[in-house]
């Protein structure tokens, strides 16, 4: 997939369990030598037709180690119709923003950008 004409590739899962929003993002970066991995382990996520707002912790990124353990936000589309699209993973250093993004309260709305291929499945 490629999103603004970098080549990366993502698999996102997650559902309710009973201890809550479980799940993972997962980022690869074919850009760079050495590619780049990123791992967010999904805390929250919130469906509305087919979009699904997203959140979660850092738990793995080659490129900036550093920002491991703080929180990350996105969202994604899954239409009828192709193509899907995804915003790019932002993170914060402040505490809470995850949840706050995945209950509407942030007031962040990302920017959504088509998948060149691939399937993403939004059920609510």
Request: charge should be negative; charged fraction near 20%.
């Amino acid at each position: 997939h490629a999103i603004l004409g970098t080549p990366r590739t993502f698999t996102v899962h997650a559902h309710m369990g009973a201890e809550g929003a479980v799940g993972s993002l997962n980022l690869v970066n074919h850009t760079g030598t050495p590619v780049s991995h990123s791992r967010v382990d999904v805390t929250c996520f919130a469906v509305e037709g087919g979009v699904a707002r997203m959140g979660g912790v850092i738990t793995l990124d080659t490129d900036a180690p550093e920002i491991e353990g703080l929180d990350a936000v996105w969202v994604v589309e899954g239409k009828h119709a192709q193509p899907d699209r995804i915003s790019r993973v932002f993170y914060s250093v402040h505490a809470g923003v995850a949840q706050a993004f995945c209950d509407g309260t942030l007031g962040f709305d990302p920017v959504l950008y088509d998948i060149e291929e691939g399937n993403i499945q939004v059920r609510g």
